[in-house]
């Protein structure tokens, strides 16, 4: 079965810096993983998607990398903002087929002025 | 474009109290899901469908869940009787068929059993 970990369970930091959210999950056999955020009470915004066969993705001031061979994955956020603060989620799809996303437990993220 | 559609918002039932949450999923849409999110984790599967037919509901409770989505567009996820255990964040989605099979998120909807 599945298990995705997600490292630290809550991160404060100022603003401006830049930080690193891990992800790691026990089975390689991935077909997919995805980056998330979730604002309070509200749904989960796709980020960033990683097909098994690539390394890295970026978007703006977001940047994800996947090491299928170690389950690991990074988001690095540059320059934090305040705007920034909310829960990051990553999710993988097994390549078993289905669709069926798999997530992690969370980062809870806040960038102080 | 609109998203996906949730409703209501928020519901607050006394346990042993049936209740029943409504998604829409954006249009053209085949694939719906139905999630559970506990408070502190990531949201969990209950049930997949494709167009009205569900693949995947391994992990619904089925002796007190119940889904349906009759004519392949819009979906219905009830539960009766409600439990304390119940209280959580019900997150429907929606994704193509085919291509990258994204799946959109709705707002969800919180339900409180007391």
């Known amino acids: 079965k599945q298990e995705v970990t997600q490292i630290p369970a809550a991160l404060s930091v100022p603003e401006g810096e830049n930080l690193v959210l891990n992800c790691s999950f026990t089975d390689s056999a991935i077909y997919n993983l995805q980056w998330f955020r979730q604002d309070p009470g509200k749904g989960l915004t796709s980020l960033l998607l990683?097909?098994?066969?690539?390394r890295e993705q970026t978007s703006g001031r977001l940047n994800a990398s996947l090491d299928k061979s170690s389950g690991r994955s990074t988001l690095y956020i540059a320059a934090s903002q305040p705007g920034d603060s909310a829960t990051y989620l990553c999710a993988v799809i097994g390549a078993g087929g289905g669709n069926k996303l798999t997530f992690g437990t969370g980062t809870q993220l806040k960038v102080e002025l | 474009e609109a998203g996906v559609v949730q409703s209501p918002r928020y519901k607050i039932i006394e346990k042993k109290q049936p209740v029943a949450f409504w998604c829409n999923p954006i249009s053209g849409h085949n694939t719906l899901y139905w999630y559970r999110q506990n408070l502190g984790q990531g949201p969990e599967l209950l049930i997949r469908y494709e167009n009205e037919e569900a693949v995947d509901d391994s992990q619904l409770p089925k002796d007190r869940f119940s889904a349906e989505r009759l004519k392949g567009v819009d979906s219905t996820l009830k539960i009766q009787p409600a439990e304390l255990g119940d209280s959580a964040v019900y997150l429907c989605?929606?994704?193509?068929?085919?291509?990258?099979?994204?799946?959109?998120f709705g707002p969800g909807t919180r339900l409180l059993v007391l």
């Open positions: 990683i097909q098994s066969s690539q």
């Open positions: 989605a929606s994704s193509a068929s085919r291509g990258s099979k994204t799946q959109y």
